[in-house]
């Protein structure tokens, strides 16, 4: 993702589950689960929580 956040040093996984559930985490921090939520994320969701992980830093 060093196209997308290209200033950072930061690993994030995507984990698929079973019927098109995911997860996404950051350094092994949950970010998103499309399970626990019940449904896919909103357009820039993720990459703003990402910011929101880093102001509280």
Do not use: H
């Amino acid at each position: 993702m060093k196209g997308v956040f290209p200033d950072t040093d930061f690993t994030f996984d995507v984990v698929k589950g079973d019927n098109g559930a995911f997860e996404v985490s950051r350094d092994g921090q949950l970010i998103f689960s499309k399970l626990r939520e019940k449904r896919f994320p909103a357009y820039q969701e993720i990459p703003n929580r990402f910011i929101e992980m880093d102001a509280l830093r």
